[in-house]
């Protein structure tokens, strides 16, 4: 079945460095979405990706979709410690909608 | 406007029990989702409801039911538990019965442990 990865599991940054997560799709994919889960919380949309190759801008953060749609990143740039929470991907294929485990991010003051 | 809001917020079973968890969708939202979150992963997919009619599963026994009201709002049933079972249920809604182009709207969830 189709699977979603990402890459690293946990990150910790110092506030103001650079943070970069990967996605990866054993699977072509529709699209793909991005969602942030606060410690505590529940998931929340960030945004969504459709085109190859496309590339869209959230004030600090940078997501990118894959130019064969199996993969995608989300680079914040310049942490700060508002940004502590899981980064979620979630791919769809069809009707078929898989996260990926997250990658976990700690920024230190 | 009401996000979406499920109940209750905890709930403790003992194994062999069953289970009712209830979800309201933001308003004008038709399509329910339902999801288990055990601690450390991802959300995994269980079921979509839309016209009140179940429209995709995930890979989930049929010990996981579910049911949509004419109102939209839903519930997620689950008999015989497992110790297994314990995890964070979350619920989503979106617009026009599709999950794959449009933004889910996650409610606070229901934490269930079994005992």
């Known amino acids: 079945g189709q699977q979603v990865m990402q890459i690293p599991q946990y990150q910790h940054v110092q506030e103001g460095e650079d943070f970069t997560t990967y996605c990866n799709s054993s699977?072509?994919?529709?699209?793909i979405q991005w969602y942030k889960q606060r410690p505590g919380g529940h998931p929340v949309f960030l945004i969504q990706?459709?085109?190859?190759?496309e590339v869209k801008k959230q004030k600090r953060l940078t997501f990118q979709f894959g130019e064969a749609k199996k993969n995608s990143s989300l680079h914040i740039t310049a942490t700060q410690t508002t940004d502590v929470g899981t980064y979620f991907c979630a791919g769809s294929r069809g009707q078929n909608f898989v996260f990926g485990p997250g990658t976990r991010l700690s920024v230190l003051p | 406007d009401a996000g979406v809001t499920q109940s209750p917020t905890h709930l403790i079973k003992t194994r062999g029990q069953q289970v009712t968890l209830r979800c309201s969708p933001k308003s004008g939202h038709d399509t329910v989702s339902w999801y288990q979150q055990a601690l450390g992963q991802g959300p995994q997919f269980i079921f979509q409801y839309y016209e009140e009619e179940e429209r995709q599963r995930g890979n989930f026994p049929d010990r996981f039911s579910g049911h949509q009201f004419p109102n939209y709002s839903s519930e997620l049933n689950v008999n015989a538990l497992l110790l297994g079972d314990s995890a964070l249920y979350l619920c989503?809604?979106?617009?026009?019965?599709?999950?794959?182009?449009?933004?889910?709207?996650f409610g606070p969830g229901t934490r269930l442990t079994v005992l």
């Open positions: 990706l459709v085109k190859s190759g």
């Open positions: 989503a809604s979106s617009l026009e019965g599709g999950t794959a182009y449009n933004e889910q709207f």
């Open positions: 699977t072509t994919l529709s699209n």
